[in-house]
């Protein structure tokens, strides 16, 4: 048997594993879901209460189905001491597979995991079995990309209730690959975001630094302008000489025209949330896998958390997790108090009119 046929005989016996995990029936897979007349209406006259159309027709779990916006409660967090993460988990179903992300919600425990390179479809969101490991205090939210299948994507897992979540910029041109989710909460946004590639022989380059990068930063100004911003994710950039192991700026992610196009982010209002926490410490969260480079210790820092500039405060402490495997990627970690401007404040005494006193003589 040839190393090709290998291969293949590999992927099949994966994608027949990874079918059996989440029961996914090949009717399942095929299913189309298409709102009816009656149903589009509905939501044309209600989008903020009215259930998704999609929502009676898939499993009881606590998956959210996507919708442009929606509505959902206060998105109160009644807690001084958040744990937000990240992680680049390159495929849901296969990291699920192994337990590798099973194992990460055990031992670490987090309010809530944003997701990067999920690839997944929406027979997988409406699996019984994604459902079953996730605990039930906790609901997900996934923006799927529609333009390729198995590619990109980004989800959110949380067992705080937003007030709102919104799939993509808001822009066709660049919401098809499922890259941007945003969840609003009480005091802050959270933007869970997959920054694009510049790809093999820099193909996507002039597509990421003229029209994405700008796009993204307008949208998260906007946003900044209503409330703290906290963006998390794969920014497919290493911005610093501390965040790459070789210091060429030959590589994908590494050059200087990428660097300055996030360094235009940062000036925009933002900080690097770990630069700004350990501003000389050489941390990477992206290793070449195939080539060996994890146990060498030789990557790249791909994975942020971006804060805008007035939400600092609340910043406790960010941590790159490089003892979690599982993925190309590891997991980033950010310590987050959100309620950091909510001080109770003393009653004020009410001031009392001076009077005049008599002036009072003696003979």
């Known amino acids: 048997m040839d190393s090709k046929t290998n291969s293949h005989k590999r992927k099949a016996d994966q994608i027949r594993k990874e079918a059996e995990f989440f029961d996914i029936k090949p009717a399942l897979q095929k299913v189309k879901l298409t709102p009816t007349q009656e149903q589009k209406k509905s939501l044309k006259t209600n989008t903020k209460t009215t259930k998704p159309w999609h929502k009676n027709q898939q499993l009881e779990t606590n998956f959210i189905p996507m919708e442009e916006t929606i509505a959902i409660e206060?998105?109160?967090?009644?807690?001084?001491?958040?744990?937000?993460?990240?992680?680049?988990?390159?495929?849901l179903k296969r990291i699920m597979t192994t337990g590798k992300l099973q194992e990460y919600f055990k031992t670490r425990n987090p309010d809530i995991l944003c997701l990067n390179e999920t690839k997944i479809d929406p027979a997988i969101l409406q699996s019984a079995k994604l459902s079953a490991w996730i605990p039930s205090e906790y609901n997900y939210y996934f923006n799927?990309?529609?333009?390729?299948?198995?590619?990109?994507?980004?989800?959110?897992?949380?067992?705080?209730?937003?007030?709102?979540?919104?799939?993509?910029?808001?822009?066709?041109?660049?919401?098809?690959?499922?890259?941007?989710?945003?969840?609003?909460?009480?005091?802050?946004?959270?933007v869970s975001v997959y920054v694009p590639l510049s790809g093999e022989g820099f193909k996507r380059l002039p597509y990421r630094i003229n029209e994405w990068d700008p796009a993204l930063?307008?949208?998260?100004?906007?946003?900044?302008?209503?409330?703290?911003?906290?963006?998390?994710?794969?920014?497919?950039?290493?911005?610093?000489?501390?965040?790459?192991?070789?210091?060429?700026?030959?590589?994908?992610?590494s050059t200087p025209i990428e660097r300055n196009s996030f360094g235009k982010l940062l000036k925009a209002g933002f900080i690097d949330a770990f630069r700004w926490k350990h501003p000389d410490v050489r941390k990477y969260s992206w290793w070449n896998i195939s080539k060996g480079n994890r146990v060498?210790?030789?990557?790249?820092?791909?994975?942020?958390?971006?804060?805008?500039?007035?939400a600092t405060e609340?910043?406790?402490?960010?941590?790159?997790?490089?003892?979690?495997?599982?993925?190309?990627?590891?997991p980033v970690e950010l310590l987050f108090n959100p309620n950091f401007k909510k001080k109770e404040e003393k009653p004020k005494s009410r001031k009392e009119k001076p009077v005049d006193k008599p002036i009072i003589t003696i003979d």
């Open 74 to 91: 206060t998105g109160e967090i009644q807690t001084d001491s958040l744990l937000i993460c990240h992680w680049n988990v390159d495929g």
């Open 144 to 190: 799927p990309s529609k333009k390729k299948k198995w590619y990109a994507g980004v989800g959110v897992i949380t067992r705080y209730k937003p007030l709102t979540v919104q799939y993509g910029l808001g822009d066709p041109k660049h919401d098809l690959e499922g890259r941007v989710l945003t969840l609003e909460f009480e005091t802050f946004y959270l």
């Open 217 to 253: 930063r307008e949208y998260l100004v906007g946003l900044k302008a209503k409330k703290h911003v906290i963006a998390c994710g794969d920014f497919n950039v290493a911005h610093q000489g501390l965040d790459m192991w070789e210091e060429s700026g030959q590589y994908i992610g």
């Open 296 to 310: 060498k210790n030789l990557g790249r820092r791909f994975d942020y958390f971006v804060v805008d500039k007035g």
């Open 314 to 330: 609340g910043i406790v402490d960010v941590f790159v997790n490089n003892d979690i495997h599982g993925s190309d990627h590891c």
